[in-house]
């Protein structure tokens, strides 16, 4: 718990910094990779994001086991008070038959969450929060398309958040239930030509006998405003489970607000190997609204001001109104 208790502390320490806008024009999801983003959705927008999938597990030496089932992820995202704060609820449900090698008859028929996370994400330093200040060169293509090497500064965010596990779940080590902490750091580079790179480092069910570290390393590129394709590969290391696992697949933008996309996962080892596909989507409601600057240009303030000045003018032009009125040269020529 000191673990959580630290990165909430965290948290609170950067609410004190100033706001800059994460929010964008068209949606901004985490899928089809399992990664997560540094940046929120914004401020005042839920998102929706999910993904069925089927899976085939196939385990070859000693007890030889085969899984074959199917299950879904999902995700719920909100922006909440600050810019670089978002809730969120995220989860896995499976539901499989195990049979044996050894007696292909005997089957376990299992179905539970594989996670069960609430947690919030807060962005704490953003190196793009200035772009509008690095202004193209209108004079040079080179200029515009040159590797810049402060691109290599990562936005960076922090993540908390709390798992739940039923009793005696299947995909779970004996004895782990309950509530546990998870941690996240968050990074991303926003590199030119469409490519965005993304990396997790996280510490799952912290202070249980299935405390498991992974990292997720990301690579995404656009080819047009609707299509991207992304690899990615995630390390899990735990004394209940260990594995390397590859991901490749592609996502279509429908419209600004609903984005679809599908992707592959294996292994490349036997204990057991892993094959899945899944087919998702991702649905923002959008209710953002950019907060205005209250610069003293009020319609109020301004009618205030110009209310005054043409007051004192009043005064002025009734006091030179009781002075003789002068006589243009023309009048001295006549």
């Given at each position: 718990?000191?673990?959580?208790?630290?990165?909430?502390?965290?948290?609170?320490?950067?609410?004190?910094?100033?706001?800059?806008?994460?929010?964008?024009?068209?949606?901004?999801?985490?899928?089809?990779?399992?990664?997560?983003?540094?940046?929120?959705?914004?401020?005042?927008?839920?998102?929706?994001?999910?993904?069925?999938?089927?899976?085939?597990?196939?385990?070859?030496?000693?007890?030889?086991?085969?899984?074959?089932?199917?299950?879904?992820?999902?995700?719920?995202?909100?922006?909440?008070?600050?810019?670089?704060?978002?809730?969120?609820?995220?989860?896995n449900?499976?539901?499989?038959?195990?049979?044996?090698?050894?007696?292909?008859?005997?089957?376990?028929?299992?179905?539970?969450?594989?996670?069960?996370?609430l947690?919030?994400?807060?962005?704490?330093?953003?190196?793009?929060?200035?772009?509008?200040?690095?202004?193209?060169?209108?004079?040079?293509?080179?200029?515009?398309?040159?590797?810049?090497?402060?691109?290599?500064?990562?936005?960076?965010?922090?993540?908390?958040?709390?798992?739940?596990?039923?009793?005696d779940?299947?995909?779970?080590?004996?004895?782990?239930?309950?509530?546990s902490?998870?941690v996240?750091?968050?990074?991303?580079?926003?590199?030119?030509?469409?490519?965005?790179?993304?990396?997790?480092?996280?510490?799952?069910?912290?202070?249980?006998?299935?405390?498991?570290?992974?990292?997720?390393?990301?690579?995404?590129?656009?080819?047009?405003?609707?299509?991207?394709?992304?690899?990615?590969?995630?390390?899990?290391?735990?004394?209940?489970?260990?594995?390397?696992?590859?991901?490749f697949?592609?996502?279509?933008?429908?419209?600004?607000?609903?984005?679809?996309?599908?992707?592959?996962?294996?292994?490349t080892?036997?204990?057991?190997s892993?094959?899945?596909?899944?087919?998702?989507?991702?649905?923002?409601?959008?209710?953002?609204?950019?907060?205005?600057?209250?610069?003293?240009?009020?319609?109020?303030?301004?009618?205030?001001?110009?209310?005054?000045?043409?007051?004192?003018?009043?005064?002025?032009?009734?006091?030179?109104?009781?002075?003789?009125?002068?006589?243009?040269?023309?009048?001295?020529?006549?």
């Amino acid at each position: 718990m000191k673990a959580i208790k630290s990165i909430l502390i965290l948290l609170l320490t950067f609410f004190s910094t100033q706001a800059f806008c994460q929010y964008t024009d068209v949606i901004n999801s985490n899928r089809p990779g399992v990664s997560r983003s540094a940046f929120s959705v914004g401020t005042n927008v839920a998102q929706f994001e999910v993904g069925p999938y089927i899976i085939e597990e196939e385990r070859t030496p000693a007890i030889g086991y085969k899984v074959s089932g199917f299950g879904a992820d999902f995700a719920v995202r909100y922006g909440l008070l600050w810019e670089q704060l978002e809730l969120n609820f995220e989860g896995n449900y499976q539901s499989d038959n195990k049979s044996y090698f050894s007696n292909l008859d005997n089957k376990d028929r299992r179905s539970n969450f594989k996670y069960l996370t609430l947690g919030a994400k807060y962005l704490v330093y953003d190196p793009y929060k200035n772009a509008e200040d690095d202004k193209p060169n209108l004079y040079s293509w080179k200029a515009n398309h040159t590797f810049k090497w402060k691109s290599l500064i990562p936005a960076i965010a922090v993540y908390a958040g709390a798992n739940f596990d039923t009793p005696d779940n299947p995909y779970t080590a004996d004895a782990i239930e309950g509530f546990s902490p998870k941690v996240m750091i968050a990074t991303q580079n926003n590199f030119s030509g469409g490519w965005v790179f993304v990396m997790n480092f996280i510490k799952d069910r912290i202070g249980t006998d299935q405390s498991d570290f992974s990292y997720i390393l990301t690579l995404t590129h656009s080819f047009s405003p609707q299509w991207v394709v992304f690899g990615e590969t995630q390390g899990i290391q735990s004394d209940y489970y260990a594995d390397n696992l590859f991901r490749f697949g592609g996502a279509y933008l429908w419209g600004k607000d609903f984005q679809l996309d599908t992707a592959l996962t294996f292994n490349t080892k036997d204990t057991p190997s892993v094959f899945s596909v899944n087919f998702g989507m991702s649905y923002r409601l959008d209710f953002h609204k950019d907060k205005e600057i209250d610069n003293g240009n009020t319609i109020e303030e301004t009618s205030k001001r110009s209310g005054k000045k043409k007051k004192k003018g009043s005064k002025k032009d009734a006091k030179e109104s009781t002075k003789k009125p002068k006589r243009d040269a023309i009048d001295f020529e006549d």
